[in-house]
């Protein structure tokens, strides 16, 4: 298991059967490499992840034990967790809503003053064709 740092949090060779977990102190995308070493055919392979993200990762049982608590105390707390986590992601979709909102305006702006322009110059250049016409009809004596 690698860090988007590149640091190694994890790596073991030869191992049937193994059980890993880590807390991440890196914000960003792990790596998490498997490979069976070998050319041996029927050998049947199994790898079971158990990915856990936010308040999900949290070990309770150790924080039952840190704090001396149990029972309807130790939901509580699990709840004022997840309270905390969708406290945490609303403000995050809410500053990333407001990102995108920047961006939509800016485009919009953008679009706006492309037509307004594109609009000029089919105006400049329909001008310029009827002069063009019209001092051409004037050379031929046909106006």
């Known amino acids: ?3 988007p740092y590149g640091n190694t949090l994890h790596h073991k060779e030869n191992v049937t059967i ?3 977990a880590f807390t991440t102190t890196e914000a960003g995308n792990y790596l998490a490499c498997f490979w069976v070493e070998g050319n041996q055919q029927n050998t049947g392979v199994s790898v079971n992840i158990d990915w856990r993200i936010g308040i999900a990762a949290k070990d309770w049982e150790s924080v039952a034990r840190k704090e001396k608590i149990e029972g309807v105390e130790l939901e509580l707390k699990k709840l004022e967790g ?10 995050y979709l809410k500053a990333r809503e407001a990102e995108m909102r920047e961006v939509s305006e800016r485009t919009n702006s953008r679009v ?7 609009l000029g110059v089919c105006i400049c250049v329909s001008v310029l064709q009827l002069w063009h016409l019209k001092s051409y009809f004037r050379k031929k004596k046909l106006i």
Request: proline share 0%; no cysteine; glycine share 0%.
């Open 112 to 118: 706006a003053w492309f037509s307004i322009m594109s």
């Open 1 to 3: 298991v690698t860090s």
């Open 18 to 20: 193994d059980q890993f």
């Open 82 to 91: 997840a309270v905390e986590a969708i406290h945490e992601n609303l403000l």
